[in-house]
């Protein structure tokens, strides 16, 4: 399997330390609004990953946390706590809303039919860790205090813009009006923040001798360092992560424990609109509801996403959503036929290899779904539920062929009776099911409509 690793700049042959314990860790959400499907994107893209590595045979350990506390609406360290924002806009505690938004974004995953992870690891449930990782830091000399926090010396690291390629010269040149007179670089970044007396900032705890919390970086180095241990396999998270939130993991965990945090890096890129960023503050927000109500099923947005690759920025259009909804329909009622066909195609013998070695190619979705339609009339059933697992589509899921299978008998057994009534409630039934049915001289076909 190869993947491109923004840490090298290059795509590598993925080799794990342990094949049978793969580290996995994915920058999770904040937790304080509604997830749109820009949003959902990037946990679409890391299924796919999982997917494959597991289809490649790896047994994998997956981490993913959930910010409730200390990203700021700033990623330079200023502005509200996106959490107390939240609260105040909706008028709830900050815990309600981090647990509402936290059950909103786990349904999403359900309905999108992604794989749980090993782990879900919540910030505010590693406070006492990422302390741990604060005097780590302060006791190895990486840090200084000002009036607001504790901040991260980004000169003691000398390979902090690596990752990046971050040019400090310039950053220094730019920001020499706008930051702070106490930051000692522009690049420099709170991992603890202090409350003020009076300030308004819900979510406190002691330490250091005053109230406070944590900045939003230190959660993924302390959650990685207390659930996996590092050097991690793989880290994932958006292409904005890169120069800040990403860069800072690492400084984080070279400050405070001498180690590399991830070996491969992969990073997602973004959704837009007419070109423009899917984004609360632009106010072109579709959400999974959005998708269902105009007659998509999640899945179909799932498969338009895997017609691109992960690493390009994609336009989405209802139009496309249309073309990626024929596209699963077609490949639904190919099997739909294949269940009603007493010949059984000639099937490619190594299909299942040929798809997988295409997708293992950076998670090269659209050459395997190629490659699918160019095979279509020689998939063997077996064959299409490794392409529906694989991709976790949905195509056709067991407990629906054997309901329409029984469904169809009872109708047959309804009609030989002339019980005309019961016979029409069943196909109607299976017609709001997404199924018609057709009946021939031949006897009842059926077919899939959504
Ligand atoms: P936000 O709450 O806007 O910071 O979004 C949280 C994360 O979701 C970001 O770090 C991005 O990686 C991801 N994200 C936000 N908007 C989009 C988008 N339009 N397309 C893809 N990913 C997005
Ligand atoms: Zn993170």
């Given at each position: 399997?190869?993947l491109?690793?923004?840490?090298?700049?290059?795509?590598?042959?993925?080799?794990?330390?342990?094949?049978?314990?793969?580290?996995?860790?994915t920058?999770?959400?904040?937790?304080?609004?509604?997830?749109h499907?820009g949003?959902?994107a990037?946990?679409?893209?890391w299924?796919?990953?999982?997917?494959?590595l597991?289809?490649?045979?790896?047994t994998?350990r997956?981490?993913?946390?959930?910010?409730?506390?200390?990203?700021?609406?700033?990623?330079?360290?200023?502005?509200?706590d996106?959490?107390?924002?939240?609260?105040?806009?909706e008028?709830?505690?900050v815990w309600?809303?981090?647990?509402?938004?936290?059950k909103?974004?786990k349904?999403?995953?359900?309905k999108l039919?992604?794989?749980?992870?090993?782990k879900?690891a919540?910030?505010?449930?590693?406070?006492?860790?990422?302390?741990?990782?604060?005097e780590?830091?302060?006791?190895?000399?990486f840090?200084?205090?000002?009036?607001?926090?504790?901040?991260?010396?980004?000169?003691?690291?000398?390979?902090?813009?690596?990752?990046a390629?971050?040019?400090?010269?310039?950053?220094?040149?730019?920001?020499?009006?706008?930051?702070?007179?106490?930051?000692?670089?522009?690049?420099?970044?709170?991992?603890?923040?202090?409350?003020?007396?009076?300030e308004?900032?819900?979510?406190?705890?002691?330490f250091?001798?005053?109230?406070?919390y944590?900045g939003?970086?230190?959660?993924c180095?302390?959650?990685?360092?207390?659930?996996?241990?590092e050097?991690?396999?793989?880290?994932?998270?958006?292409?904005?992560?890169?120069?800040?939130h990403?860069?800072n993991?690492?400084?984080?965990?070279?400050?405070?424990?001498?180690?590399s945090?991830a070996?491969?890096?992969?990073h997602?890129?973004?959704?837009?609109?007419?070109?423009?960023k899917?984004?609360?503050?632009?106010g072109?927000?579709?959400?999974?509801?959005?998708i269902?109500?105009?007659?998509?099923?999640?899945?179909?947005?799932?498969?338009?996403?895997?017609?691109?690759?992960?690493?390009?920025?994609?336009n989405?259009t209802?139009?496309?959503?249309e073309?990626?909804?024929?596209?699963?329909?077609s490949?639904r009622?190919?099997?739909?036929?294949l269940?009603q066909t007493?010949?059984?195609?000639?099937?490619?013998?190594?299909?299942?290899?040929q798809?997988?070695?295409?997708l293992?190619?950076?998670?090269?979705?659209?050459?395997?779904f190629?490659?699918?339609?160019?095979?279509?009339?020689?998939?063997?059933i077996?064959?299409?539920?490794?392409?529906?697992?694989?991709?976790?589509l949905?195509?056709?899921?067991?407990?629906?062929?054997?309901?329409v299978?029984?469904r169809?008998?009872?109708?047959?057994?309804?009609?030989?009776?002339?019980d005309?009534?019961?016979?029409?409630?069943?196909?109607?039934?299976?017609?709001?099911?997404?199924?018609?049915?057709?009946d021939?001289?031949?006897?009842t076909?059926?077919?899939?409509?959504?």
């Amino acid at each position: 399997m190869k993947l491109y690793n923004t840490a090298s700049k290059k795509i590598e042959k993925f080799q794990p330390s342990n094949p049978n314990d793969v580290k996995i860790y994915t920058c999770g959400p904040t937790v304080y609004s509604a997830p749109h499907i820009g949003n959902f994107a990037a946990y679409i893209y890391w299924d796919l990953l999982i997917r494959t590595l597991k289809a490649n045979g790896y047994t994998i350990r997956r981490v993913l946390n959930l910010t409730d506390v200390g990203h700021l609406t700033s990623d330079g360290d200023t502005g509200e706590d996106k959490l107390e924002k939240g609260a105040k806009r909706e008028g709830k505690t900050v815990w309600e809303v981090a647990d509402y938004y936290i059950k909103t974004f786990k349904d999403g995953f359900k309905k999108l039919g992604l794989i749980e992870p090993t782990k879900w690891a919540r910030a505010t449930d590693y406070i006492e860790q990422s302390e741990a990782l604060v005097e780590k830091l302060i006791e190895n000399n990486f840090t200084y205090e000002t009036a607001d926090g504790i901040y991260y010396d980004t000169s003691k690291f000398s390979n902090y813009a690596d990752f990046a390629n971050l040019d400090l010269e310039n950053l220094k040149a730019g920001a020499r009006v706008a930051y702070s007179d106490e930051k000692r670089n522009p690049s420099d970044f709170a991992v603890w923040k202090f409350i003020k007396p009076g300030e308004d900032h819900a979510m406190r705890w002691d330490f250091l001798g005053r109230p406070g919390y944590p900045g939003w970086h230190l959660e993924c180095s302390s959650i990685i360092h207390t659930e996996l241990g590092e050097p991690i396999d793989i880290h994932t998270g958006g292409v904005d992560h890169i120069p800040v939130h990403h860069t800072n993991e690492i400084a984080q965990t070279y400050g405070a424990y001498n180690e590399s945090l991830a070996h491969t890096w992969l990073h997602c890129n973004f959704i837009t609109i007419d070109g423009k960023k899917i984004s609360k503050s632009l106010g072109n927000i579709i959400t999974l509801e959005d998708i269902e109500a105009k007659g998509y099923s999640v899945f179909d947005y799932k498969l338009w996403l895997y017609q691109g690759h992960y690493k390009a920025e994609r336009n989405f259009t209802w139009d496309d959503l249309e073309s990626a909804k024929n596209r699963r329909l077609s490949w639904r009622n190919k099997i739909a036929l294949l269940y009603q066909t007493k010949t059984k195609p000639e099937t490619i013998p190594d299909f299942k290899e040929q798809l997988l070695e295409k997708l293992s190619d950076d998670l090269n979705s659209a050459a395997a779904f190629a490659y699918v339609d160019a095979s279509t009339d020689q998939i063997a059933i077996e064959d299409w539920k490794y392409i529906s697992e694989l991709f976790g589509l949905n195509l056709i899921p067991d407990d629906l062929t054997n309901k329409v299978i029984q469904r169809i008998h009872q109708r047959n057994d309804a009609r030989d009776k002339k019980d005309w009534a019961i016979a029409d409630q069943i196909r109607d039934d299976l017609l709001k099911d997404g199924v018609s049915l057709l009946d021939t001289s031949s006897g009842t076909y059926w077919q899939l409509t959504k």
